[in-house]
């Protein structure tokens, strides 16, 4: 007897009940025909929006208005999403062939599309700021 069948029918029922689906194939006709590249879109999690609530006066553009705004903004690392042209630099770089002054070695988490902003200011004047807080982020470079 295995493992599985000496446990009551109920615990095997519970158990099957909480595995992992497996992942669905794509279905618009512009993926199905290729193969999804599970490792790419672990590197899209690296990269990241997150939101901080802050008022518009400490967002250091001039405006006088204490007003709160949503401000999104990308975080993580870009490591998983290095191409050949970021492997042969950084390895130019590492034997001596290239100078490091400023030069990136690897993408960066950055905005792809932003969103505008607006809010009332302290002279109950609207204000809006365009490309202010990001509305996707990725890895560029």
């Given amino acids: 007897m295995n493992e599985a069948s000496d446990r009551p029918l109920l615990d095997r029922e519970e158990s099957s ?34 939101k901080k609530q802050i008022r518009v006066r400490d967002l250091g553009l001039g405006f006088d208005s204490d007003e709160i705004v949503l401000f999104k903004y990308c975080v993580g690392t870009c490591q998983g999403a290095r191409g050949n042209y970021d492997l042969a630099l950084k390895a130019m770089i590492e034997n001596g062939s290239m100078s490091h002054r400023k030069v990136s070695t690897q993408p960066c988490c950055r905005p ?10 302290a002279q109950t004047i609207w204000q809006t700021i365009r490309r202010l807080s990001a509305a996707n982020c990725s890895c560029v470079g």
């Fill in 17 to 50: 009940r909480w595995r992992r689906s497996p992942l669905a194939e794509p279905t618009s006709p512009s993926t199905s025909r290729r193969k999804t590249n599970r490792k790419k879109h672990v590197v899209f999690r690296d990269c990241r929006i997150e």
């Fill in 112 to 121: 792809t599309r932003y969103e505008t902003v607006s809010f009332m200011d």
